[in-house]
Antibody, heavy 123, light 107 residues
Framework: QVQLQESGPGLVKPSGTLSLTCTVS?????????WTWVRQPPGKGLEWIGD???????NYNPSLKSRVSISIDRSKNQFSLKVNSVTAADTAVYHC????????????????WGQGTTVTVSS | DIQMTQSPSSLSASVGDRVTVTCRAS??????LNWYQQKPGKAPKLLIY???NLQDGVPSRFSGSGSGTDFTLTISSLQPEDFATYYC?????????FGQGTKVEIK
């Protein structure tokens, strides 16, 4: 059964860069899924950040697009998230997830998730 | 962006109750609506995808219905392990968006 595990610093300074990695186990990252980042600010709901396909195609949330980059490393079976110019509003639990789709146009659901990692933006 | 609105925001129910949560999209999303369950400190868990398809391993007391803009998640007989927050999410177009959540609490 696929497992996803987030890793990265838990504390980032304002105006700095948030960098997280998701390691995928028991599933090739070159499989036909969209590898996804979702975040959840404390006490709030879920926000889709963006995703990447094994080919390198990416989609981003326009609300974050200018500051976000998602990349993939097939040799390590990992994908990564970078968020630039962070502020306190970027403080959240960050989850990586796997989204399955119809292979053509439409996503289905996110059927596997990492446990999440808390990132706090503070000086 | 497609806005997703859930109702109610919270509800109190007893074990054995039938519970219904509603999700409305700001425009038609066909059947591309998914439901998740989240417990405190845990990752969301996919329950229902594409409006009415039960994810593998999810108990059959969970069901989903709807199309277009209006969708429903039903728990036919609430169990103690079902007390959690439930989120709908549209997968019709990016950016993918979630409802604000419905917290199901013990009465």
């Amino acid at each position: 059964q696929v497992q996803l595990q987030e890793s990265g610093p838990g504390l980032v300074k304002p105006s700095g860069t948030l960098s997280l990695t998701c390691t995928v186990s028991d599933e090739s990252i070159s499989s036909a899924y969209w590898w996804t980042w979702v975040r959840q600010p404390p006490g709030k709901g879920l926000e889709w950040i963006g995703d990447i396909y094994y080919s390198g195609n990416t989609n981003y949330n326009p609300s974050l697009k200018s500051r976000v980059s998602i990349s993939i490393d097939r040799s390590k079976n990992q994908f990564s998230l970078k968020v630039n110019s962070v502020t306190a509003a970027d403080t959240a639990v960050y989850h990586c997830a796997r989204a399955f789709w119809d292979g053509y146009k439409y996503y289905y659901g996110m059927d596997a998730w990492g446990q999440g990692t808390t990132v706090t933006v503070s000086s | 962006d497609i806005q997703m609105t859930q109702s109610p925001s919270s509800l109190s129910a007893s074990v054995g109750d039938r519970v219904t949560v509603t999700c409305r999209a700001s425009q038609s999303i066909s059947s591309y609506l998914n439901w998740y369950q989240q417990k405190p400190g845990k990752a969301p868990k996919l329950l229902i995808y594409v409006a009415s398809n039960l994810q593998d391993g999810v108990p059959s007391r969970f069901s989903g219905s709807g199309s277009g803009t209006d969708f429903t998640l039903t728990i036919s007989s609430l169990q103690p392990e079902d007390f959690a927050t439930y989120y709908c999410q549209q997968s019709y177009s990016t950016p993918l968006t979630f409802g604000q959540g419905t917290k199901v609490e013990i009465k």
